[in-house]
């Protein structure tokens, strides 16, 4: 279930007639009114796949997943490829393509570009909207003859994260890695039109630490944290080294070494 906020409240809608079954499905699924004056968000239906439209004057665009074009495809061709710093964060080498968990999935645009370079992902998203975009995302993506065999190696799990690393079942992920949403101070970082949409929906990982824990508990050979550049570590133990870019970095808390 979805929960409502307190600014408004979220529905779900048809964009056309043509999708007012799959809208109904949708909102039995999510278990969100068709139609309330005073939602502050709306689940789309349309021609595109499933979105998430902010409501008001100065809401940003519509928010969906596509992995087939856009911002994905140009960082599948031209985002440098193996040489990218979360590829060498998580391990990424000649005759090493690790199975990786994403414990904090979001749109899986960091899943994308690990399934793209080989490696087999397994998702995690707690969120119920977002895991939703996330999902038909995915079922979108499978039917392009150059992006199906990419998401085939990415398998969505929901719920909380937590809570299936400490019950996971069989050969535990080699590598976990998290991105956590960050408590942002300065509103220059909420620009990005996926932040201004998610963080009223998501809000910030105040269990960061205990997400931590859990994946140092279940990896075999290494955890890996995106942080802001700048941010401090998550409290717990600290990471052997990190990786820094220009506006984020990659704190890496190895296990065991990867090997071919």
């Known amino acids: 279930m979805v929960e409502q906020l307190a600014d408004g409240g979220i529905r779900v809608e048809a964009l056309t007639a043509d999708f007012q079954a799959q809208a109904v499905e949708w909102a039995q699924r999510l278990e969100l009114p068709l139609s309330d004056d005073s939602a502050g968000f709306a689940v789309q239906v349309g021609a595109s796949g499933l979105q998430i439209q902010q409501l008001g004057p100065q809401a940003p665009g519509p928010v969906r997943v596509d992995f087939v074009e856009g911002a994905a495809a140009h960082r599948r061709v031209f985002g440098g490829g193996s040489g990218q710093m979360i590829a060498k964060a998580v391990g990424i080498a000649q005759g090493v393509r690790p199975q990786v968990l994403d414990a904090t999935a979001g749109l899986g645009k960091d899943a994308f570009v690990l399934a ?12 119920p909207l977002v895991a939703a975009l996330l999902e038909d995302g995915l079922a979108r993506a499978r039917n392009d003859a150059e992006v199906g065999p990419i998401v085939a190696r990415m398998h969505l799990l929901t719920g909380n994260a937590i809570e299936h690393m400490h019950n996971w079942q069989g050969e535990p992920p080699q590598v976990i890695y998290l991105d956590p949403m960050f408590p942002h101070r300065d509103k220059s970082a909420l620009v990005k039109k996926e932040m201004r ?43 052997s080294h990190c990786l820094e870019g220009k506006s984020s970095r990659y704190d890496i808390y190895p296990k065991k070494a990867l090997k071919p």
């Open 197 to 239: 949409v998610f963080r009223p929906l998501v809000g910030d990982d105040l269990d960061a630490p205990a997400l931590l824990a859990a994946a140092l508990a279940l990896a075999s050979h290494r955890v890996v944290v995106k942080r802001p550049r700048k941010a401090p570590i998550i409290d717990g133990p600290k990471p």
């Open 116 to 127: 793209s370079l080989g490696c087999q992902m397994t998702l995690i998203e707690r969120q």
